[in-house]
């Protein structure tokens, strides 16, 4: 067991490096979502690791962005969004959508919900949302979306695409 004297770099009102509060987290495997709109005119989108269910009455759900995005305001200007939870198979959907000053959606087989919103192809399973409310906190936004349609649980039975330590991993069944 270890005792208190073992932690090391507890808050102690001192700045916290970023690079290492990033590495630090990066030790929590998380999903990974691409968040879509439709603007009228063409679908938008971006990757995104933080997404997270909020409540289940009213089915709410969250997710954050940087301040700095330029997609997600026209996606808050609609008032509504797709979450899309890739698959393992999915890597480079993940990879596309990340990029700045590309075409995201060249190649990009998706339908659209009632609302217009995006579903790709083939994602483990997906959500359509209407924008619930926004916070800012340090530099992103929480936002909540208030689920009004998804796919049935069992859309796709692929494993989930996952990020770990900054690489993308894999769901691997144990072997006894």
Not at 67 to 76: A, C, G, H, K, V
Request: hydrophobic content about 30%.
């Amino acid at each position: 067991m270890k005792t208190g004297q073992d932690v090391q770099n507890c808050v102690t009102g001192q700045r916290i490096d970023q690079r290492a509060f990033r590495n630090t987290l990066g030790h929590y495997a998380s999903g990974v979502t691409i968040i879509a709109g439709h603007d009228g005119l063409e679908p938008i989108g971006f990757t995104c690791q933080s997404f997270y269910s909020v409540s289940m009455d009213p089915p709410l759900i969250s997710f954050s962005v940087m301040l700095t995005s330029t997609t997600y305001p026209r996606i808050r200007d609609t008032g509504r969004f797709s979450v899309n939870v890739l698959s393992d198979t999915q890597q480079e959907i993940s990879n596309q959508f990340a990029r700045k000053g590309t075409d995201k959606w060249a190649g990009i087989d998706w339908n659209p919900t009632r609302n217009r919103n995006p579903v790709i192809a083939d994602t483990l399973m997906w959500l359509d949302c209407d924008l619930h409310s926004e916070y800012e906190a340090g530099d992103h936004y929480i936002v909540v979306g208030q689920v009004n349609e998804m796919s049935p649980a069992e859309w796709h039975t692929r494993d989930p695409l996952l990020f770990f330590k900054g690489k993308y991993r894999q769901l691997h069944e144990p072997t006894h």
